[in-house]
């Protein structure tokens, strides 16, 4: 028998849309024990909330998250509203009784993310942590490739996320669409945003980083708040570069920013192994390119592994070999495994403990690049 697991959504943005899309579909591909049943949506604008909620099918609405966190007939929270509301929510969610399902980056720093980890540890509550490019199926199987050994030690970890959208003076700051330009709402610019996802991917492919140094910009210094009406400072860093060390050894280097003009989301990522190199770009989501150097010489080459067989992680569920799936079928794949490991009584990784770690490195990265020295990360 399928049971049922009543969802209740906080936010209505891009998230709680690529969310409650993989709510609804998690069941038509995946066989589970249970199904997700979309009870409620919340947000402050009450219209804004109903036209959400008839969209996506939503049973009712709420206008105050409070109330959704007490509701009896509520058993998990997902939380997609700005990262300044992350840590409130889940302490409540926590204290209720509810799982939860967190949007990245976990919090606003690391000393949040520690008290939400404590609080859904005390809870004995599910959760996880959205950082969904994880379960790309390219991208799970290069974590297949690394876990076998094929490619022997690591040297290099590389990766970018490149974005364009923020170049413009004149983009205001702040408010439903623009709190990720605001320091207060965001509590970082593209180091939480986008750097995050890098640093999550490469520390479960490549374990821990622990050792950094990083160079951030804002290169427009002043934008108008959409909340005061005002000129205001941007506290955000528009950019950050980073270099760091690896536990095991490994060199990790990492671009991420909003002012890289051409690009619109190149999330890309290489490891160089003794043995073989991966590389990855979610601009080509479905391939892995492959090179390992055990192959015959004359034949040798970079492989491009077109990531669509029955073999390849998640693709059985889907269509027949050949032909692929995008960016929404990960956070349907996310939902999956949530849903599974309740069954198995595991956790579903990221947890918020996992996913603290990638918070740690955030904030040794606003602190080495506010000090300009190299800074150790600390655990
Ligand atoms: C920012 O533009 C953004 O939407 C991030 O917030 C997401 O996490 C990333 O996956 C795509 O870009």
Redesign the pocket.
């Known amino acids: 028998m399928v049971q049922p697991l009543h969802i209740g959504m906080i936010g209505y943005g891009?998230?709680g849309r690529a969310h409650s899309n993989a709510y609804r579909k998690v069941n038509n591909f995946f066989d589970l024990k249970y199904r997700p049943v979309l009870k409620a949506a919340c947000a402050r604008d009450r219209d804004k909330v109903k036209a959400f909620a008839d969209t996506w099918g939503y049973e009712s609405i709420e206008t105050d998250w409070r109330k959704l966190v007490d509701r009896k007939d509520i058993d998990a929270v997902d939380i997609c509203v700005p990262n300044n509301l992350h840590c409130e929510i889940a302490m409540a969610a926590a204290a209720a009784g509810k799982m939860i399902l967190c949007?990245?980056p976990l919090a606003m720093n690391a000393g949040e993310g520690l008290r939400m980890c404590q609080a859904v540890e005390q809870a004995k509550v599910a959760n996880t942590v959205?950082y969904?490019?994880r379960r790309v199926p390219a991208v799970t199987l290069a974590k297949k490739l690394v876990d076998e050994g094929r490619l022997g030690r690591i040297f290099h970890y590389r990766a970018n996320?490149l974005?364009d959208?923020t170049i413009s003076a004149d983009l205001p700051q702040g408010g439903t669409a623009l709190w990720?330009l605001d320091v207060a709402a965001a509590g970082s610019g593209v180091s939480g945003?986008?750097l995050?996802?890098c640093i999550d991917t490469a520390m479960w492919l490549n374990g821990p980083i622990v050792s950094l140094s990083a160079m951030t910009e804002t290169f427009i210094k002043e934008r108008k708040h959409n909340l005061t009406g005002k000129v205001e400072k941007v506290g955000i860093d528009d950019a950050c570069a980073l270099m760091c060390r690896f536990a095991n050894g490994s060199l990790g280097l990492f671009e991420s920013t909003?002012y890289a003009r051409g690009h619109k989301?190149l999330?890309t990522f290489e490891i160089n192994g003794e043995k073989a190199s991966i590389k990855w770009d979610?601009h080509d989501l479905h391939r892995l390119e492959y090179f390992d150097h055990r192959d015959e010489g004359q034949t040798r080459g970079w492989r491009s592994i077109h990531v669509t067989d029955g073999e390849h992680p998640y693709m059985s569920r889907w269509w027949v070999p050949g032909l692929q799936i995008g960016?929404e079928h990960s956070f349907v794949h996310h939902v999956a495994d949530f849903l599974d490991s309740l069954a198995k009584g595991v956790p579903c990784q990221p947890d918020f403990r996992n996913a603290l770690a990638t918070q740690q490195v955030l904030d040794a990265i606003l602190e080495s690049a506010k000090k300009g020295t190299w800074t150790e990360v600390a655990r």
């Open positions: 891009f998230m949007e990245k959205w969904n490019y996320f974005q959208w990720r945003d986008l995050a996802h909003r989301a999330y979610l960016y």
